[in-house]
C-alpha cells in the first residue's frame, strides 16, 4: 500500500513566523502535491512537484512556497504566516506517466494548521 | 478550464437507504473522472475513476457511479449505505493537456449523514 505521512496532524503558530509542513511518500511517486482544504472550498491546489528540485504553481500559490530536495520528501513552506492561512493542508502523490491530472492521487491524512 | 459542481452539499440518509451523490462537470473533451472519499480525521481515498469503456464503473466499498455526457453528469451510487459510509466526498476532474496546464479540479465536497 501507498503510504503518505504528513510530520503533523495539528499545529499552531504565531502570525509571521516561518511554517514547515513536511510530506514523506514511500511509493517512489515522481509526482506530489499540496493543497489546501477550507469548508465550501473544497481542495485547492497550491503547488506541484514532477521531479526533484522541480516545482510549478497551482492555482493559490501566494505566500507559499516548497522544496523538494528528495524524491520522497515534499515540504511546503509559509514564509511568514497569516491568519487567512489557517486551514487543513493535504499532501498527496501520485506516479508518472499519464499526468497529474489523469493518475490515481495518494493522500496522506493532513495537517490542520492554525495561525493566532 | 475545467469545473465540478457538487450541487449537494449535505446529505442524510438512512441505513440501509439507497444513496445518490450528483456530480456535474464542465470539460470540453473527454475528462478524467474521480470519486474520492474522506473519513473523519483521515486523508482521500480514492472510490473508482473513469476514463473510457463503459460508462458504469465500479468501486470499492460497494460504490459504483455512472458517467453520462450527455448530462456531464458523474453521479456516485450505492444501493444500501452502512453507517460507515458517513464521510465526505468529492468529486473530481482531470484532463491531459500540455504539461504544466493539466491538473485535478475537486469539486466542493458532499457531507454523508448515515442516520439509524
Known amino acids: 500500500d501507498v503510504k503518505v505521512t504528513q510530520s503533523s496532524r495539528y499545529l499552531v503558530k504565531r502570525t509571521g513566523e516561518k511554517v514547515f509542513l513536511e510530506c514523506v511518500q514511500d511509493?517512489?511517486?515522481?509526482?506530489m502535491f499540496w493543497y489546501r482544504q477550507d469548508p465550501g472550498l473544497g481542495l485547492r491546489l497550491i503547488y506541484f512537484?514532477?521531479?526533484?528540485?522541480?516545482?510549478e504553481k497551482g492555482d493559490i500559490p501566494e505566500g507559499y512556497s516548497v522544496s523538494r530536495e528528495k524524491k520522497e520528501r515534499f515540504s511546503l513552506i509559509l514564509e511568514s504566516a497569516s491568519t487567512n492561512q489557517t486551514s487543513m493542508y493535504l499532501c498527496?502523490?501520485?506516479?508518472?506517466?499519464?499526468?497529474?491530472?489523469?493518475?490515481?492521487?495518494?493522500f496522506g491524512p493532513g495537517t490542520r494548521l492554525t495561525v493566532l | 478550464a475545467q469545473s465540478v459542481t457538487q450541487p449537494d452539499i449535505h446529505i442524510t440518509v438512512s441505513e440501509g437507504a439507497s444513496l445518490e451523490l450528483r456530480c456535474n462537470y464542465s470539460?470540453?473533451?473527454?475528462?478524467?473522472l474521480f470519486w474520492y472519499v474522506q473519513s473523519p480525521g483521515q486523508g482521500l481515498q480514492l472510490l473508482l475513476k473513469y476514463f473510457s469503456g463503459d460508462t458504469l464503473v465500479q468501486g470499492i466499498k460497494g460504490f459504483e457511479a455512472e458517467f453520462k455526457r450527455s448530462q456531464s453528469s458523474f453521479n456516485l451510487r450505492k444501493p444500501s449505505v452502512h453507517w460507515s459510509d458517513a464521510a465526505e466526498y468529492f468529486c473530481?476532474?482531470?484532463?491531459?493537456?500540455?504539461?504544466?496546464?493539466?491538473?485535478?479540479?475537486f469539486g466542493t465536497g458532499t457531507r454523508l449523514t448515515i442516520i439509524p
Open positions: 473530481a476532474v482531470g484532463a491531459i493537456s500540455n504539461f504544466g496546464n493539466e491538473k485535478l479540479t
Open positions: 511509493m517512489d511517486h515522481e509526482n
Open positions: 470539460y470540453g473533451a473527454t475528462p478524467y
Open positions: 512537484s514532477y521531479d526533484v528540485k522541480m516545482k
Open positions: 498527496a502523490s501520485s506516479l508518472a506517466g499519464g499526468g497529474i491530472g489523469t493518475d490515481t492521487q495518494y
